[in-house]
């Protein structure tokens, strides 16, 4: 594939503050241990880890035993070993979403593989580790996906579920209804080496986790990838000195968290998490569903679940006894993710920059170490149709972040009969050596007349730009193909006026480039660059 960069800067709804942060902003520092550049500290941020032995020996074994579960390679394993005996870990998450979610999960993936790849160069032994964001309940969000069909117009899958309303989804299964679901997908997909693994992982009796987790466990055998299902109950009980920190100083943390969101406004950045009064980080399970868990103001300091009141110490009380019943908000996740690993960073998206501005607060009070995080690859990938369209008319990836209807005009416009665009190319020529004429005799005449002279241009050239546009319209109008193409440019690059990493199913390229395609993007990793890379066939 070839590579062209692309700031994110010049990306529609991207962040000041993800920007600044990419840049490596001064104003930033104070809300990050670390710039981007991974390269520049990982040596120096390995010693920093702390991490008791006995943790790492029954962390070791869980995840021993969950990869095994999923059919894990031998490279996958040895990885496990690696982590038992004291390597760090580069750690990455996703929702488990339906047949692997969007594009960037595998991105995410690859990131975590080269970051630790080229920390074990470095003399600092790392292994990539992938969080199945499992006890995350939000349904909607995982539960559909999005893939080509003709025309490169998405087709929208959906899996029905048999859960509770708002419980994790790593414990929804799955009915003999996704069988059909995957049928759809093989037949927007074609036979390939993907469809099966998809009909091997997505069965019912499957949940979303484990489903995800067996197909990723293929996906990534030979890079070694090591699944981490964050539901897990062994894995609950070892974080739960993190929930009882989380409940013991949920005022302080409060308010360390409030100080904040306030210190980040102030430096005009904004809040990816609001946080409310009287919050806590924790979750807990009612009857499956996931119910969040709030301090009452009152002298007596208990707290609330639901309608009912509970002490402090009676919930310390039931942390201890039924760890697996609480899981942490998205605030404090990443602080129990870097309790139960050894991690030297994380890496991650646009909006998890975000998050770990805020988080920092609460790692540093109840890790005393805030994890540095480091930007993931993300990319568009333009097939060989798309990229001949965008030839033929003359445009760029950035061209589509304008309006459909801008769009269109842009595609009539190079499509306009030959003899009418040769006019307005000379009509436009002319105005400029004409008016180029006119400025140099006036500025000998009177110079205050020059930019009356170069308003009057302005205003010609508007007219005759707003009659090309006119023009490009009626060709609009007589041809259904300049509007065909338009939409498959608009659904394969830039679908739904967002990214294509962030909508599009990475299944979707798998199964027209093989796993060939993940070396390709492997290859196309550079830790150090972090614009948005434009990948071509």
Known sequence: ????????????????????????????????????????????????????????????????????????????????????????????????????????????????????????????????????????????????????????????????????????????????EIDEVVKAAEQLLGESEVATFLRESYRAEATFGSAFARLFARLFDEWGVILLDAADPELNALAAPIYRGAIERAAELEEALLNRNRELEAAGYHQQVKVAPSSTLLFTLRSGARVPIYRDDTPAKNFLIGDEKITQADLLQKIASEPDQFSANVLLRPVVQDYLLPTLAYTGGSAEVAYFAQAAVIYQALLGRVTPIVPRFSATIIDAKANGLLERYGLALTDLFETAEKLRERLAAQALPQELQTAF????????????????????LDKTLVDAAANAESKIRHQLESLQAKAARAELRQSEVLDRHAQVLSNGLYPNKILQEREIAGIYFLARHGREFLKDVYDAIHPDCFDHQILTE
């Open 425 to 444: 190319d000379h009509a436009g020529s002319s105005l400029t050596k004409s008016f180029g004429a006119i400025r140099d005799c006036l500025s000998k």
């Open 1 to 176: 594939m070839k590579a062209q960069c692309l700031p994110f800067s010049q990306i529609p709804h991207t962040t000041k503050l993800f920007v600044d942060f990419l840049s490596g902003s001064s104003s930033l520092q104070p809300f990050f241990p670390r710039g981007p550049y991974f390269s520049e500290w990982l040596k120096d941020e390995a010693p920093k880890i702390q991490y008791d032995p006995v943790r790492r020996q029954h962390v070791a074994a869980i995840l021993e035993r969950q990869n095994k579960a999923w059919g894990a390679s031998s490279q996958t394993l040895e990885n496990i070993s690696r982590l038992k005996s004291g390597a760090a870990a580069v750690v990455t998450g996703q929702q488990v979403g339906l047949f692997g979610g969007p594009l960037f999960s595998l991105f995410k993936a690859l990131t975590a593989v080269k970051l630790s790849e080229e920390a074990s160069k470095a003399g600092v032994d790392c292994v990539p580790v992938f969080w199945l964001a499992t006890q995350d309940h939000d349904l909607d969000e995982i539960q559909s996906v999005s893939l080509p069909g003709p025309e490169a117009a998405l087709q929208r899958l959906t899996a029905s579920s048999h859960g509770v309303p708002e419980s994790p989804v790593g414990t929804i299964q799955f009915g003999p």
